[in-house]
């Protein structure tokens, strides 16, 4: 089964750090870009980073940009996401979602989410 | 960046019905458009890719259209299913927004 499954989400206070891990499985990962997307509950998707399937090139949205850092280890199937200095603005569901070229690069592949809470 | 504007925002309709909506971006993005359904409590679905692409297991009541800074996606013959959100993305360059969504409901 084709299935990505996010961990790490939790309460945080302002000014914190969180990791979130995503495992992937049941499709080969190397060949893959990957994204992480947060939604606010009952508000739309915000796209926040992407990396490349096997280079260290990576994008972020500008409001994530200097804090988070996206990264991945395809010997162990797994996409990170290194949060630094959180607000409270990014609390959200944060999704992992896979990518490829025979998608025309759309976001095939989601987890179910972990939820990342930023408050005092 | 570029910016995604999708219209209506919402969308009453009733089964059998036949519906559109439309994603303009704000500069032209070729065909680098693709389309979203979101049903509540669950991570999105790829529907469209390439503007116009079926994804595959996609029920070909869906299609999508358009090119540039104009894009639609229409479903011919709305199923009870097929009330959830929609939303478009851009992949043109990067930051690789999303429109802020059309929410479908049962009229």
């Known amino acids: 089964e084709v299935q990505l499954v996010e961990s790490g989400g939790g309460l945080v206070q302002p000014g914190g750090s969180l990791r979130l891990s995503c495992a992937a499985s049941g499709f080969t990962f190397r060949s893959y870009d990957m994204n992480w997307v947060r939604q606010v509950p009952g508000r739309g998707l915000e796209w926040v980073s992407f990396?490349?399937?096997?280079?260290?090139?990576?994008h972020y949205a500008d409001s994530v940009k200097g804090r988070f850092t996206i990264s991945r280890d395809n010997a162990k199937n797994s996409l990170y996401l290194q949060m630094n200095s959180l607000r409270a603005e990014d609390t959200a569901l944060y999704y992992c979602?896979?990518?490829?070229?025979?998608?025309?690069?759309?976001?095939?592949?989601w987890g179910q989410g972990t939820v990342v809470t930023v408050s005092s | 960046d570029i910016q995604l504007t999708q219209s209506p925002s919402f969308l009453s309709a009733s089964v059998g019905d036949r519906v559109t909506i439309t994603c303009r971006a704000s500069q032209g993005i070729s065909n680098h458009l693709v389309w979203y359904q979101q049903k509540p409590g669950k991570a999105p679905n790829l529907l469209i890719y390439a503007a116009s692409t079926l994804q595959s297991g996609v029920p070909s009541r869906f299609s999508g259209s358009g090119s540039g800074t104009e894009f639609t996606l229409t479903i011919s013959s709305l199923q009870p299913e097929d009330f959830a959100t929609y939303y478009c993305q851009h992949l043109h360059s990067y930051p690789i927004t999303f429109a802020q969504g059309t929410r479908l409901e049962i009229k």
């Open positions: 990396i490349f399937s096997s280079t260290s090139m990576t």
């Open positions: 979602a896979a990518s490829s070229r025979a998608t025309g690069d759309g976001l095939a592949i």
